[in-house]
């Protein structure tokens, strides 16, 4: 992954993201996006205490209690929400310590993109290029930067409204029971009464972004 010339402050909330290759999907099947996603925790880690081949013949018992003790380590990121697509992701993350989302992307792109190759008889990589990052400078494009990401499966057209909340690649339905697995989601549900409030904060502006998705879609086919 070549090298990012944006610095990314330590403590710092940033929206990082990237597509596949010439827009090729990166994401084919149930499995990949399993993987991808054990693949998001484990890699939090500074130090991961075996190869992520190794961690992954572990039996589940075995790999929650790997979890549950990196959990309680230092961590070059934290992930506040995330949304995995057919050919791209969204993270909001949080940067823990000097260089650790630069760390943390090459090596969950890196490991997932041997995996995906490995299963699907391709080479080469898989995303395209250097991931992009916009820095999160207020509260306010914090809670709209995580409305933005959970919205991606409806204002793209991969699932209605009515399946939108059981959409299983993103961090939404962390937030809607207000149970943590992979996400710090208290950092923007703390700021709503309940998870509810929270879906309804984001669920406010579905039809409004699915509408501007089309109008900038035409655009850009014109």
Not at 7 to 14: C, I, Q, R, S
């Amino acid at each position: 992954m070549p090298e990012r010339f944006i610095p990314l402050a330590t403590g710092e909330y940033y929206h990082i993201y990237n597509r596949g290759l010439r827009k090729q999907p990166t994401f084919l099947e149930k499995r990949d996006y399993e993987l991808a996603l054990l693949g998001l925790v484990y890699y939090q880690a500074i130090e991961p205490p075996f190869k992520f081949s190794v961690f992954r013949k572990l039996s589940v018992a075995e790999r929650r209690q790997v979890l549950d003790d990196l959990a309680r380590r230092p961590k070059l990121v934290t992930i506040i929400c995330f949304c995995l697509m057919p050919n791209h992701f969204h993270l909001l993350l949080r940067q823990e310590v000097d260089g650790g989302i630069s760390t943390f992307l090459r090596r969950w792109t890196n490991s997932y993109t041997r995996l995906f190759n490995t299963r699907h008889e391709q080479d080469g990589p898989l995303f395209q290029g250097a991931f992009k990052a916009v820095h999160v400078s207020s509260n306010e494009q914090l809670l709209h930067l995580s409305r933005y990401i959970h919205l991606n499966p409806f204002v793209s057209l991969i699932v209605k409204e009515s399946a939108f909340l059981s959409y299983p690649w993103s961090s939404l339905g962390e937030y809607a029971s207000g149970k943590t697995v992979r996400c710090q989601s208290d950092v923007i549900l703390d700021q709503f009464k309940s998870p509810q409030d929270y879906l309804r904060f984001v669920l406010d502006r579905a039809e409004y972004a699915r509408e501007i998705k089309v109008i900038e879609h035409l655009i850009l086919e014109n």
